[in-house]
């Protein structure tokens, strides 16, 4: 591990950051993490091919590895496969939250008659984040019992971190076109697209350009185990740049397949500069969630 600590070092340092804002990391409950991972371990329906968890550690050491890599942000993405379960998810988010200041506050949903109602009540007790996974939860972006969580979700300007493409494996509700249809009702919405959107890249970077507060992050994207089976679009690496202010740094941690410095290594493989590596592993964060101690000392990307 000390080894790639130095690597992870040696990144921040080429480009003069101290830290990094990693917007997508998952920490659960022990026993609802237990059964991700057995069904990561199982390749299960959802994951489609063997998947190795690379940091298969307890709570603490999970939160000391990813400080020990000089991220100073980072956010616990839960997520519900059932109804009534994502309330119980949100206490014990706001509890871990409290217990570890340098976790955004996160918290989920999941389409169901009081989502509305608890949605709230996560913002009221100091939510930054929510996490949506249309895949495992298997539900319409665009159900009327959704309407109004968006809706707050705009109004309040939380953002919201959605795996809403169609990798690693399609879901019933899964691609551009329902996000999309909320975005055209709720078009100030704040949207991370998980994982750049693989594999339908070049649609929700249209969706970018569309709607100005729709973001997206890297998780996974670029590295030798998603380009083996859903390879970026060379022609649209220019638009990277066009969207370089709302690209957000991603690890998945710590259900990867591979190293975190690797994963850092595979965006300097997109080749697209210094400038747009310093926003998108720390600037654009510390922007969108109005973090202390601001933006990096190095050049600003220019979009």
């Known amino acids: 591990m000390s080894a ?3 690597r992870v070092a040696e990144f921040r340092r080429a480009l003069g950051l101290t830290t990094l804002i990693d917007v997508h990391t998952h920490f659960m409950p022990k026993q609802v993490l237990d059964k991700v991972w057995a069904y990561f371990d199982a390749a299960g329906p959802l994951i489609g091919r063997p998947w190795p968890i690379t940091y298969r550690l307890d709570e603490d050491a999970r939160v000391a590895t990813l400080r020990g890599f000089g991220v100073s942000a980072f956010t616990s993405m839960l997520y519900p496969h059932k109804p009534a379960m994502a309330a119980w998810l949100n206490a014990w988010s706001r509890e871990f939250a409290a217990r570890t200041p340098d976790c955004l506050h996160t918290a989920t949903f999941f389409a169901e008659p009081d989502a509305a109602k608890y949605v709230r009540e996560a913002i009221d007790a100091g939510a930054v984040v929510f996490k949506a996974h249309v895949q495992v939860g298997g539900w319409d972006p665009t159900d009327p019992l959704l309407d109004d969580v968006w809706g707050t979700l705009a109004d309040a300007g939380v953002p919201v971190v959605a795996h809403c493409g169609s990798g690693p494996v399609p879901g019933a509700h899964t691609g551009p076109e329902p996000i999309a249809r909320v975005l055209a009702r709720h078009p100030r919405l704040a ?53 370089a202010d709302r690209i957000l740094w991603g690890s998945d941690f710590p259900n990867i ?35 202390a101690g601001g933006l990096s000392d190095g050049p600003r990307a220019h979009p």
């Not at 350009?209 to 998780?219: G, K, N």
């Not at 690797?262 to 510390?286: E, I, P, Q, S, Y």
């Open 191 to 243: 949207l991370i697209v998980a994982h750049m959107g693989m594999p339908e890249y070049g649609a929700f970077l249209d969706l970018a350009e569309r709607y100005p507060r729709v973001h997206l992050d890297t998780t996974m994207a670029f590295t030798e185990f998603v380009e083996a089976a859903a390879p970026f679009p060379p022609a649209d690496r220019p638009r990277l740049l066009d969207a």
């Open 4 to 6: 790639e600590r130095t």
């Open 257 to 291: 397949p591979y190293g975190y410095a690797d994963a850092l290594a595979a965006l300097t493989r997109v080749d697209l500069g210094d400038d747009w590596l310093r926003a998108v592993c720390h600037d654009n964060a510390a922007r969108l969630f109005g973090l």
